[in-house]
């Protein structure tokens, strides 16, 4: 049987990277080596990745974000363009709409090759936390970017979304709605469950058994970090007893210790680590409106983690409020404290909430999911000769 050739373009491979990066991931180490011959077009990321043809691209540090950068195909075009050639892909697979992502579509469209893409990140709720010292630029920016995120996907053949909440708006941007599937995020319960409590571990790191919420995200500002600074400080002005963990690391940590000086901030943690802080805090805050789906709250939730959350963005699909979680309004920390309050002295509805997130986590399931996906390529990779590269 004659494989599927898939050329995947990315920015960054490194797997804990992200959301995003794990999500990709998940697939990559999915593949079969039976089914599928793949080529790695990237940035960031291994010299060699495991045993697939690879190749870097040189990249730019974002000045906005040091955490990440951006590749630029233009410097090695020819290069680029001869092993694509001689690769022969049946599908292109992009990761995010960058010039690496418009220049695989600019050649998939010129050779008739089929897109897929995985709606990773919602780079337009960005904008107004990068340019909020500049506020007459944010209107005039994400009209742009909405722009090009129209002309992008709409090329793709095949648009992966995590949630109906994101799948609204793209609609809204002009994206096509037969172009997109919802396709959810898994969970890895091996890692991920209410069996790594440990409260001694817990007792460790806070010096008491206090109830303990967790923060666990990258700490840039488009996570809605003052929304989260307002929340601490009004459970600390309300004489609430608990704990409160940050777990992650970013530009925004210096800023972060500075205003939640009682906080424990842990920096970035292995999957293993963080599964036990998880399954041993009391309940998760993510006041993040930025998520395209937000994985931290579905991680949570397999953790047995009752969960407080913001009404916006994809992670608000995750949460029926009242039902298995609370979500708030984006902005308004009295309404989190007053939620946070209730679930640490309702011991009736703290349970109900932790079955019902259980009960959600246990329904997504990475190996489905990647069975989706691959099966797509299969579909995609099939079609007639007019899809190929050379007849």
């Not at 929304?227 to 409160?244: D, G, K």
């Not at 805050?285 to 937000?294: M, N």
């Amino acid at each position: 049987m004659r494989k599927v050739k898939v050329a995947f373009f990315a920015e960054i491979l490194f797997e804990d990277k992200d959301g995003a990066s794990r999500t990709m991931f998940q697939l990559i180490k999915r593949i079969s080596s039976d089914r599928f011959e793949f080529m790695f077009i990237y940035g960031e990321g291994p010299d060699q990745l495991l045993n697939f043809r690879s190749l870097k691209i040189p990249t730019l540090t974002i000045p906005s974000n040091k955490n990440y950068t951006l590749c630029l195909p233009s410097l090695v075009q020819q290069k680029l363009i001869r092993q694509l050639t001689q690769f022969n892909p049946d599908i292109i697979h992009i990761a995010t709409p960058s010039l690496l992502g418009h220049f695989a579509a600019k050649f998939a469209q010129k050779h008739h090759i089929p897109i897929i893409t995985i709606y990773h990140t919602h780079f337009i709720s960005y904008i107004a936390y990068y340019f909020k010292k500049l506020p007459f630029l944010i209107e005039p920016i994400k009209k742009l970017i909405s722009v090009k995120k129209k002309s992008f996907y709409n090329r793709c053949d095949y648009i992966y979304v995590p949630s109906n909440t994101i799948r609204k708006e793209l609609i809204n941007y002009g994206i096509q709605a037969s172009k997109m599937q919802l396709w959810e995020r898994g969970i890895d319960s091996k890692i991920f469950n209410p069996k790594k409590n440990d409260p001694e571990l817990l007792k460790q790191i806070t010096g008491n058994s206090l109830p303990t919420l967790l923060f666990a995200s990258r700490l840039v500002w488009e996570k809605n970090l003052q929304t989260l600074f307002r929340i601490y400080h009004r459970i600390q002005s309300r004489n609430i007893a608990c704990n409160f963990i940050v777990a992650g690391d970013g530009q925004a940590r210096a800023e972060c210790e500075k205003e939640m000086k009682g906080a424990i901030f842990m920096g970035q943690l292995s999957h293993e680590t963080l599964a036990i802080i998880y399954a041993s805090s009391s309940l998760f805050i993510f006041p993040s409106i930025s998520e395209t789906y937000g994985n931290v709250v579905l991680e949570a939730m397999a953790s047995g983690l009752p969960c407080v959350i913001a009404s916006g963005g994809g992670s608000q699909d995750l949460i029926q409020n009242g039902v298995n979680g609370y979500s708030c309004e984006p902005d308004n920390e009295e309404e989190y404290a007053d939620r946070i309050e209730t679930l640490l002295t309702n011991k009736t509805l703290y349970q109900q909430f932790r079955e019902a997130g259980l009960h959600k986590s246990e329904k997504l399931n990475w190996d489905h999911l990647a069975a989706i996906y691959f099966d797509d390529l299969e579909h995609l990779g099939k079609l007639p000769y007019i899809y190929k590269l050379t007849s």
